[in-house]
């Protein structure tokens, strides 16, 4: 597991560190997540070079996803603040969902698959919960929310609101990771299972049937959870942002 | 045996049946809220998107559960930050 | 850095790293895409709004349209039967008077006709007169075989038609 990071990427590891290993500490995630931003920035420029009243191929794909995110928005935090987020949402919805679903590609690895990818995305959602939470509410406004209705409770009450707020980013990171990262070892175990059989060439039939024909199969899967883990991250990240923001509720 | 192996033979168990009674109560959990679900669905089809939304975000939720003990067992595999400490090197 | 720690590692370099990249996508593609389809998005919902409104007011345009000319529509209708009925009305005057005229026409033709039989038939009784007078003169000088004035004959055959009309022509 210590040099994960196929041939033609290790490549392009090593050529970056040459480059720019004096600076900052080059790694196959953050190869890929250069990969990846460059990727859809020319997407993006692509699809922006021409915008048209009646969309036409990029043009349409990006619009499918930041309507869905805008509407996903509005439903939660209302108009005037949904199209307020909408580049965080949609930046998040649109880099989580090419990541995850490049991690697909064998040879590639999805930079979601690493922690401390989704850590400083989760990161982000929740120093930007908790800003907007303050600059909603006021700081004190803020501060009550913690110490709940009765004001007895609050040693009781403190601990738990701050653990609460704690295990959000802390759970909303692992989900992605996690999710994204077994996937990728499922896939590398039964990998080298065809490594293994194949060379002890013991029941080669029956033994690298299992390895060759499970993969696609939970790839399969994999483009199921890719979609529902961005949508899930992005779905949450929301829901947070709207809860800080809104008054008294719970 | 010496205790390096006794060490990573206990590793691998704690992992493998960590995961395995992890998988248990989730799966369980996931059953009933999809069962729920589909009976919404089936008693009201016109709110299977709203249901269908909240179903997935549910089992989110559930299924970060087994996704902290798969992370604790990978701690336990790969990355246990007593190893150095007990193996020695 | 690389590799350090297996599968699951946080090192706070790359932490940094990936959140600078992706402050600078964010940056980024807030600049180049959001910003303009937002306004697309925004420009094309107004366009529909407005396109359905145009179409709305379109729509009472037609129906006024429509209604107007129904009511054109209708006005002719009356008039053309207002038309008609007096031309049937003229018409049946006319017919009136000109069966009227004919028969006030006819009427006199008939006049005229009965004028004229009546002459004839008195011309023709006359005649008859003179010749019955004139036989009757023959006859009686025949019979007497003496000729009687012939003023006097007749004078007496007027006497005796005269008595004769009295009791039987009228």
Request: aromatic residues 8%; charged residues 15%.
């Amino acid at each position: 597991m210590e040099a994960e990071a196929p041939f033609l990427l290790q490549f392009l590891v090593d050529w970056l560190n040459q480059i720019l290993g004096k600076w900052i500490p080059i790694n196959a995630t953050i190869v890929m997540t250069w990969l990846v931003s460059i990727g859809i920035i020319i997407l993006a420029i692509v699809a922006c070079s021409s915008l048209k009243m009646i969309p036409k191929g990029a043009q349409n794909l990006l619009e499918i996803l930041i309507e869905q995110v805008l509407q996903l928005m509005e439903g939660m935090m209302g108009q005037k603040k949904a199209k307020f987020f909408l580049p965080l949402m949609g930046t998040l919805a649109l880099f989580i969902l090419v990541s995850n679903l490049i991690g697909l590609v064998p040879g590639l690895k999805a930079p979601t698959g690493d922690w401390n990818t989704t850590i400083a995305l989760a990161l982000i959602v929740f120093i930007l919960t908790h800003f907007f939470g303050i600059k909603g509410k006021g700081l004190i406004g803020y501060l009550k929310h913690f110490v709940g209705p009765i004001w007895w409770l609050a040693p009781l009450m403190v601990p738990i609101h701050f653990i609460g707020e704690l295990a959000k980013p802390f759970s909303l990171s692992i989900r992605l990771f996690a999710n994204m990262m077994s996937k990728h070892m499922a896939l590398g175990c039964l990998a080298l299972l065809i490594i293994i059989f194949s060379k002890k060439a013991i029941l080669f039939a029956q033994t690298l049937f299992i390895p060759l024909f499970l993969p696609p199969v939970i790839m399969m899967l994999g483009v199921l959870t890719c979609l529902i883990q961005t949508f899930v991250f992005v779905f949450l990240a929301i829901v947070y942002i709207s809860i800080a923001m809104e008054e008294e509720e719970h | 045996m010496d205790g390096a192996v006794w060490f990573f033979a206990l590793s691998v168990l704690a992992a493998g049946v960590g995961i395995g009674i992890a998988t248990i109560g989730p799966g369980i959990g996931q059953g009933i809220a999809t069962s729920k679900a589909v009976e919404g669905v089936a008693r009201q089809p016109e709110a299977s998107g709203k249901i269908m939304t909240i179903l997935i975000l549910g089992l989110a939720f559930i299924e970060s559960l087994v996704l902290y003990a798969l992370v604790i067992a990978l701690i336990i595999l790969f990355g246990n930050p007593a190893l150095t400490h007990i193996v020695g090197h | 850095m690389e590799g350090h720690g297996g599968v699951i590692s946080i090192s706070w370099q790359i932490l940094l790293v990936e959140l600078a990249s992706f402050l600078i996508l964010l940056f980024v593609l807030g600049k180049f895409l959001f910003k303009p389809i937002t306004k697309l998005l925004e420009n094309r919902s107004n366009q529909i709004k407005n396109t359905f409104e145009t179409i709305e007011v379109e729509k009472q345009n037609i129906e006024k349209i429509k209604q107007d000319y129904q009511n054109q529509l209708n006005e002719l209708n009356k008039k053309v039967g207002e038309i008609i009925q007096e031309a049937t009305r003229k018409g049946d005057i006319q017919r009136q008077e000109i069966i009227a005229q004919s028969q006030k026409e006819a009427n006199k033709l008939v006049e005229r006709a009965t004028a004229v039989i009546e002459k004839e038939k008195e011309k023709a009784i006359l005649e008859l007169k003179n010749q019955t007078a004139e036989l009757s003169i023959l006859a009686a000088s025949k019979i007497l075989e003496r000729s009687i004035d012939e003023s006097m004959a007749y004078q007496l055959v007027d006497d005796f038609i005269e008595g004769m009309n009295k009791e039987t022509l009228h």
